[in-house]
């Protein structure tokens, strides 16, 4: 019995190799993805759903490893597990990109302008501001910054800065004597610094570290904290003062030594098991119980050490019962 061997070679020669047995081909009619020979994906030019599903599909068949296959089609290896799990969640259509630039006509009118201008002179946070005239935080700050452009073309002052200039001085006299004007403004900053920070922002990327970590190069992770307006287990922060007091770090030293070269160390996994116990999952296994990018946030990590993908944290802890500590 006789069969066929699979096709050496790609049918076009300028493909781009993501494997020995996967290639793809891009042009200006669309993409094409070949395996052994043999076309498998295909979508039209400007199908971005279509390209991005023949991605996720590569990965999920295991035709190149999702770096290649990332590379292949030119973006982040990050992006691309973003798209596979998009489409695990949603389905096909979650792999659409959104549409890009204003989707109707712009909110921001003149009489809308004045009336932000003259709720900020009365020393309203960005926030509250846009809650109460209906419009995003941007769109409160494009109006102020379009009422401070034109207030230094125009070269004078406003009546919001006569407003707030205090009684018996002009508006460009020194105001540092005249007590509380001072903390007010510190007051305000502080509201547009809170407005500036993103929701939840990424954990910064470690891409490098683990790779160091993997081959031995790395003793442990330094933490790293992303500034955010909502944490997730934030409250855990509170319980870091008393961690710290209670010099349960330094005898782990003494105790322990360190662990070996890895991405995650000594002070890393003793903490992640203190904040995750005070979390309610006192229990080695309650790991897969935490979210680990949320505790991993909290740890300053990209994401917290996992039962599964850190037996490191299972010695210690194996290492703690044995001599009876608790």
Request: contains cysteine; proline residues 6%; neutral net charge.
């Amino acid at each position: 019995m006789t069969a066929q061997r699979p096709l050496p070679l790609v049918p076009v020669t300028d493909a781009t190799l993501m494997s020995s047995a996967a290639a793809l081909v891009e042009d200006g009619q669309g993409g094409r993805v070949f395996i052994r020979g043999e076309l498998v994906f295909a979508w039209d030019a400007g199908d971005e759903a279509g390209r991005r599903l023949a991605a996720v599909q590569l990965v999920r068949i295991k035709a190149a490893t999702g770096v290649a296959v990332a590379a292949g089609f030119g973006v982040d290896p990050e992006m691309l597990r973003r798209w596979g799990q998009r489409a695990d969640a949603v389905g096909i259509v979650a792999l659409a990109p959104n549409r890009r630039g204003p989707k109707g006509p712009s909110k921001l009118t003149k009489e809308l302008s004045v009336r932000i201008v003259g709720l900020r002179g009365q020393r309203r946070s960005l926030r509250a501001i846009a809650a109460e005239v209906g419009v995003s935080t941007d769109t409160v700050r494009r109006a102020l910054a379009d009422h401070q452009d034109s207030r230094s073309a125009c070269g004078h002052t406003t009546d919001s800065d006569q407003d707030r200039a205090p009684a018996g001085a002009s508006v460009g006299d020194e105001v540092d004597d005249v007590p509380g004007i001072e903390d007010t403004d510190r007051a305000g900053d502080a509201a547009v610094d809170r407005d500036r920070l993103p929701v939840l922002a990424d954990p910064v990327p470690r891409y490098t570290e683990r790779e160091l970590a993997r081959w031995g190069l790395l003793d442990h992770a330094r933490p790293t904290f992303t500034p955010s307006a909502r944490v997730p287990l934030a409250g855990l922060f509170l319980a870091l003062p008393g961690l710290e007091a209670t010099g349960l770090l330094d005898c782990a030293r003494d105790a322990f030594g360190r662990l070996p070269n890895g991405f995650y160390g000594l002070d890393s996994v003793l903490v992640e098991a203190a904040l995750r116990t005070l979390a309610g999952q006192p229990r080695v296994e309650g790991a897969t119980r935490v979210d680990p990018i949320a505790l991993g946030r909290v740890l300053g990590l990209d994401r917290a050490p996992e039962v599964k993908t850190n037996p490191r944290a299972c010695q210690v802890f194996c290492v703690s019962s044995a001599f009876g500590f608790s």
